[in-house]
């Protein structure tokens, strides 16, 4: 599947066959490819996220990296006396949806003939690409902050990587690690392109399961935006193929105490100084500077979605709600069940939220 890399700053380009990251500018890169959707073709696969083989970036089938992951779970339930969809995207191999953004990126890291990676993530991301770096025989470096979970910190190690513990902010993790990648190739699930093109999978899933239709909404977590703009770009090639006639609104949460996509959502894209920015119990969307904010934001305002904010408390009653209707996720993704029971609907509309990652990686934060 040919496709091209371009930079969003100076608009140059570059051949996917080059192992590159980011332009020589300092640019963001987007992936130019054409995806395809052939149904009758996709109905007599596997049920994991490559039956969608013809839309994801991958030229040969033998460098494909994968557990059999995806086509999880999408269920009925009634949560604040409205009727919802879960997709359940913490039963992935690693407990989180990131794993369909790491079996692209990975498998196209085995293509490009990689040996050796760094990543920085507050743990999902982390563990998710060591798990298939692991299966790829790649030698995996992941920085985090010193503070996550440490159940998540164990898997990462399990996995055989190399954990870098960062002391400080996201940021600074973020940055040890930016530092790192000016020699090693940046496996980064918001900096590489590829990682967007495995998590847009979900929507694909969505569509599908609804009988190749879209739904009203979509409400998702977003600190670095890799499920909110990856569904976009999914979407975008769903209806450039005619695949679908609309876009749902795509509705973003975050948590109050770190909420710099919701402060530019309402103050015309101007982002609100670093020292507004406290610590959260979801850990997994606390990023003060997203580096696709531009991309986010846009993706939200052609949808005509909107970016609500919870408080700490509403994340921790929407968590143990969920939990005691039998789903097990961690802080992060109940910022969405308390987004949803913020927002109201109208009863006909069908909303889909995406449970994002496993409760079993945080049991020592949340008691």
Known sequence: MKSTLLCQSCYKEYPSSEPRWNCTCGGVLTLEFHARFPIHKIKKRKPNLWRYREALPIEDDRHIVSFDEGFTPLV????FGNKVLLKQEYLFPSGSYKDRGASVLVSKMKEL?????????????GA???????K???????????????????????????????????????????????TTYYASHYWNPYFFHGTKTCIFEIVEQLGWKPPDSLIVPVGNGTLLYGSYIGLKELQREDIIDRLPKIIGVQ????????????????????????ETIAEGIAITNPLRAKEILHSIKETNGE????????????????????????????????????????KKDRVVIPLTGHGLKTNKRVR
């Not at 009925?76 to 949560?79: A, I, N, Q, V």
């Not at 040996?115 to 920085?120: A, L, N, Y």
């Not at 998710?128 to 692991?134: Q, R, S």
Request: glycine share 6%; proline share 5%.
């Open 136 to 182: 790829a025989s790649i030698d995996c470096h992941i920085y985090v902050p010193e503070k996550t979970s440490p159940g998540k910190l164990l898997q990462i190690i399990q996995y055989g990587a190399h954990l870098h513990k960062i002391p400080g902010s996201r940021e600074d993790t973020a940055q040890a690690a930016f530092q790192q990648a000016q």
């Open 307 to 346: 970016i609500l904010t919870v408080t700490e408390k509403e994340i921790l009653d929407a968590l143990f709600y969920l939990r005691r209707k039998g789903y097990y996720i961690e802080p992060t993704s109940a910022v969405t069940i308390a987004g949803f029971k913020k927002l109201g609907t109208r």
């Open 255 to 278: 948590a109050e105490n770190c909420a710099p996509l919701a402060y530019a959502w309402k103050n015309h894209d101007k982002f609100p100084p670093y020292k507004n920015q406290k």
């Open 128 to 134: 998710a690409i060591a798990a298939y770096c692991a």
């Open 76 to 79: 009925e339930e009634e949560l």
């Open 113 to 125: 003939g990689v040996k050796k990676i760094v990543e920085d993530s507050s743990g999902n991301a």
